[in-house]
């Protein structure tokens, strides 16, 4: 038998009789098609296989960079000590004892006659006579009884200024 209770407006176990009842959602499960999931499944395998060669792709390249580094280093390597070489070859080739060797034995040069200055005692000068101390002792190389073809050009004229110099005094 069913009685009634009677609630009170604002307690707990109130339930107005006219508030409806919650509606149960039924699900219906939708089936996935096996093409589709094949599908799938093959385009994830795709990706991944993509990416490997993608992966190897890059790492190839990377190897392939790093021996064109290598052997441009070891180039510039040969390159670097070759210069050195010629460096040092030049520096033998400019040497000034060379350079002299060259220019005696190939070219036909002599070698310049070093200066040698000569100091006149004026007082000797003045006692014997201009033209016996003048012939006897202006020669550039010290030497007595020189003849005019073995003086230098530059001799001859130093020869002519200084018996001009002691011709006057």
Known sequence: MAVARKLAVGSEDYYPSYAP???RKIRIKKSVSPVAGV???TFLIVCIFCTGLSYLYLKASIAKINLQIRQVEESNTAIIAENEKLKVKVAGLKSLDRVETVAISELG???NPQIEY????MKMVETEGIRGVAAENISMDGKKGQTETQISAGDGIFKRIAEALFARG
Request: net charge positive.
């Open 39 to 41: 599908v799938v499944g």
């Open 118 to 121: 000569l100091a006149y005692d």
């Open 109 to 111: 040069m002599v070698k």
């Open 21 to 23: 009842k919650q509606k």
